[in-house]
């Protein structure tokens, strides 16, 4: 099948302002495409548009608002309709965590992740569907994790968020296809952005410290490229990428890993 063509595309991204969809909106931008940004943070997503023209975007603009929010999903999809008519390019990128032992945090903690990775992404898909299937050789993007192929310790919340996300992205994946829409699932290991410095809880510290990670940059321009070349899932971290394979095949032996930490 030929390459995808990104070039005059529209582009929806949530959680733009910074990090992973930043750098996405870049690599969206050099090649020409028309953005929409969603985030909560006007401040920085604002000067973000002017840097995308100057990259080469055909159109930028930003929407400032919290994708958890029903009314501001609709929002945003009315917008689409009246400026673009349709919708080629869907990223569910916004995402937050928390970092403890589940039984240290409340219902509150886990229902928010829910909310934000798996709620917001599911409904704002359900309600792009109709620009999709009006797009040009359209695909969803789902931000994943390695989290959602593997639970961790300390990140339990977060972990079922993403399987959560990647049961239902494999789903979407077969019922869009006789519609021409593509599903593709991002499972990343460890990316160096502020993520971490956003948590909704931080009741115990990770065990095993910080781990090197990827830039944003490098998992946006790999990003990008599956989308061009129609793949289904990539995992953009090799350590990511060996975590799922050695699950896949030694359970066990990653069951007396994670015992360690537990």
Do not use: C
């Amino acid at each position: 099948m030929a390459r995808r063509v990104l070039e005059n595309r529209r582009i929806l991204i949530t959680g733009a302002s910074r990090g992973v969809g930043r750098e996405l909106a870049i690599q969206f931008a050099k090649r020409h495409t028309r953005l929409m940004l969603v985030a909560r943070h006007g401040e920085t997503l604002q000067p973000l548009v002017a840097e995308l023209l100057s990259h080469g975007a055909a159109s930028a603009q930003a929407l400032v608002g919290d994708v958890t929010d029903a009314t501001f999903r609709l929002a945003v999809m009315e917008q689409i309709r009246r400026d673009w008519q349709g919708l080629d390019v869907l990223v569910n990128n916004a995402g937050v965590s928390a970092h403890g032992h589940f039984d240290n945090h409340d219902a509150a903690i886990l229902r928010q992740i829910m909310e934000v990775n798996f709620y917001a992404p599911t409904e704002l898909t359900r309600l792009a569907l109709p620009l999709l299937a009006d797009g040009h050789d359209a695909v969803i993007v789902n931000l994943g994790s390695i989290l959602g192929h593997r639970g961790m310790p300390y990140n339990s919340e977060y972990s079922a968020s993403k399987f959560a996300l990647r049961g239902w992205s494999e789903a979407l994946r077969t019922e869009l296809r006789a519609r021409g829409i593509d599903v593709l699932l991002v499972s990343p290991g460890t990316i160096d952005t502020e993520f971490f410095d956003h948590l909704l809880a931080k009741s115990d510290s990770l065990p095993w410290g910080k781990q090197k990670g990827i830039s944003p940059a490098a998992a946006a321009r790999q990003i990008v490229r599956a989308i061009e070349l129609r793949r289904t899932e990539i995992y953009p971290n090799w350590r990511g990428r060996l975590l799922v394979a050695v699950n896949r095949w030694a359970p066990r032996l990653v069951d007396r890993m994670m015992n360690r930490f537990g």
